[in-house]
Each structure stands twice: as C-alpha cells, then as structure tokens.
C-alpha cells in the first residue's frame, strides 16, 4: 500500500509555464486527506522550492538541491551532505577551463566568483529559467529576485571562498551550448565521489555522490518508519534518475520525460502538460476506496 508519494518539481510535478495546475493541488490535498505523506524532491534549492509550493498551500516534506538537503514540513534542516573541498576545487577548474560561470550552494547561502553585477547577472539567468515570461526588468522588481540578492554572497575569488570556510553542498551551471556541456559531463562523471545530473538540458547540478535523490529519499522515509514499497516516486530528468530506477514500491517517469529516466521506470504516466502527476494520484485514491 502506497503511503508515501515523493515528486520532483520542473517537467513533472509543474507544467511548462512553471505552474501547478488546480487539479494537481486537489489531488494532492486529497491524497493528503487519505493519509499519504507528500513530499517534493527537487533539484531546486529550498527556497524556490518553497516560492512555488507556498501558493499551492500545501505543507509538505522537502527533498532539495538534488538530494543534498532534506528538510520537514516544519522547514528545519534534517540532513546537508556537503561536497568534498578538493571535489569542489576539481570542479571548479573544469568550469573555468570552459568559461563557464558557475554557482555554488551552501547551507543558508549561496556563492559566486565575480562582481555584484555579475553576481545579478547570474542570478537574473537562473529566475529566468523558471520564468521565461518575465523580462529581466521585471524579475529586478521581484521581491525573490531581491531575497535571492540578498542570500547570495560574491567572492572575488575561489582561493577567498575557499579561505572563508564555507561549506558547499551544490555546485550548478547553465548554457545553451549543449555541446560542451555534454563534454563537461563526461569529464565529471570520471570522478567517483560526485554526482552530476541535470535537471533541463541546458543545466548541470554536482553534489557529493551520496548526495542524491533516490539515496536521500530512502534515508529519510526509513527513519520515518516507511519502507520502500510504500513509496511512489514521480519524475522526468537524469536527476531524477536515482529516484526512478531505484526498488521504489513505483517509480513513474513523465511521458514528457529523457529517455533513460523512463527505461529507469517501472510505469510511464501522461506528461506534465496533461497533469501526469494527478492522473496517477486520482487512479491511486480510486484503488483505495
């Protein structure tokens, strides 16, 4: 029996306006209402996890930054797996070696290489990504535009981050040279102590190896008493790879989703655009009854 249901966020749980339709917050409040825990497991950070999830008005668990932060419906800090200094450094160089600007995230912050107007640069992109209705004038007068301000810190160089101590529990960048980021990809994955996945195509998100979705989820609904067949996971890109080909009691990709990731599956449901997510969850309360 099903007593859990964990779903990423972008491709699955919204749909391609970065929207959670009505009939998805009712299936969910519904499923709520049945006594099956929600959780959201992203590759988002907390905080725009949170921007999202706030306006449905449903309280939930809250997998983060790919599985490198766990937090309960309460939003305190369970678990952070932090990456490896020398890791951070390897990775760092990559991206330099490309001319890549990338983002590091800590515990409470994040952090950037650069000047402030870099830094905003940076920071319009990656809202952009989430809201590419908006022009950059109007993601400068939102106020997560300047919370995100805010909770990030620039440094003027690696070696000052490095110095200051800072813990990292994310590295992300993006680009539309999909190329190269595919070329970045493969040098990565020859580290073994990381773990790089992506939530869209034109992204890549390194965290620590045992800093994963699939890995933090059955950590946490363990030490909540569940098992791993009372769980249902929902998902589309490779970072949600970890979820999805894991012995999960059903693990469901996206109609919308990569290919692996629904080769990973055990089911395939409709896509985002088609509310996948609430026709699995409204079929599964039927079965209940």
């Known amino acids: 029996m099903i007593k859990v249901i964990a779903s990423d966020m972008d491709g699955t749980l919204v749909r391609n306006d970065h929207r959670i339709s009505e009939r998805t917050i009712n299936a969910i409040k519904d499923a709520q209402k049945a006594g099956i825990r929600f959780m959201i497991s992203t590759g988002r950070s907390f905080e725009q996890a949170l921007q999202t999830m706030e306006a449905t008005g449903i309280t939930c668990d809250y997998i983060v930054n790919s599985g490198a932060e766990i937090r309960n419906p309460q939003k305190e800090i369970l678990q952070s797996g932090c990456m490896d200094r020398k890791d951070i450094r390897d990775v760092y160089d990559v991206f330099k070696e490309y001319d890549l600007l990338c983002m590091f995230v800590g515990e409470n912050m994040d952090y950037c290489i650069g000047s402030k107007e870099e830094k905003e640069q940076r920071l319009i992109q990656h809202i952009y990504t989430f809201n590419q209705n908006m022009t950059e004038a109007e993601i400068r007068e939102t106020e997560f535009f300047h919370s995100m301000m805010d909770k990030t810190r620039a440094f003027s160089s690696f070696d000052e981050m ?32 990381l773990a790089v996945a992506s939530s869209f195509e034109n992204n890549l998100e390194i965290t620590d190896v045992k800093a994963q979705k699939g890995i933090a989820l059955k950590a946490y609904i363990e030490s909540l008493g569940y098992t791993m067949d009372e769980v249902m996971v929902f998902g589309d890109s490779m970072n949600d790879y970890s979820m999805l080909s894991m012995d999960f009691g059903a693990t469901i990709a996206m109609e919308n989703g990569a290919k692996r990731a629904k080769e990973a599956a055990k089911y395939v449901t409709r896509s985002n655009e088609e509310d996948g997510v609430a026709y699995v969850i409204e079929e599964l309360l039927k079965s209940m009854q």
Not at 167 to 178: E, G, R, V
């Open 162 to 193: 490095e110095a200051s101590g800072v813990k990292i529990i994310k590295m992300f960048a993006m680009s539309n040279d999909l190329e190269m980021l595919r070329e970045i990809d493969e040098r990565l994955q020859k580290n073994s102590n």
